[in-house]
Nanobody, 130 residues
Framework: QVQLVESGGGSVQTGGSLKLSCAVSGPISSRSCMVWFRQAPGKEREGVAAFYGGPGRDSGSTYYADSVKGRFTVSPNNAPNTLYLQMNNLKPDDTALYYC???????????????????WGQGTQVTVAS
């Protein structure tokens, strides 16, 4: 059973930065793909950044939604088992509840940022004031 716990959310002004953390535990084989999703009130859940840590030449690959490219960076830290999301130049449209998710996926499926993951954290709120 994979468990995920997010932290690091908060309130910032437009142009500010935040770094989210996702502490993960459980079988490594069940979490080859880890993704940060977000959901704003009244909107569908959106995948924003993914990290593929499974085997093969694509191990270490990252994927981003167009809306966050160049501003967000996803990176792992294996000791401790944590996935980070560095968010820079934040905008009011980035305001949402941010979730960390994990599942066993191919690198191609990981990059689709599709909302069909088996394991989810409880979320951490990010609010960007204009």
């Amino acid at each position: 059973q994979v468990q995920l716990v997010e932290s690091g959310g908060g309130s910032v002004q437009t142009g500010g930065s935040l770094k989210l953390s996702c502490a993960v535990s459980g079988p490594i084989s069940s979490r080859s793909c880890m993704v940060w999703f977000r959901q704003a009130p009244g909107k569908e859940r959106e995948g924003v950044a993914a990290f593929y840590g499974g085997p093969g030449r694509d191990s270490g690959s990252t994927y981003y939604a167009d809306s966050v490219k160049g501003r967000f960076t996803v990176s792992p830290n294996n000791a401790p088992n944590t996935l980070y999301l560095q968010m820079n130049n934040l905008k009011p449209d980035d305001t949402a509840l941010y979730y960390c998710a994990a599942d066993r996926k191919s690198p191609w499926a990981c990059g689709w940022l599709k909302n069909d993951f088996a394991y989810w954290g409880q979320g951490t709120q990010v609010t960007v004031a204009s």
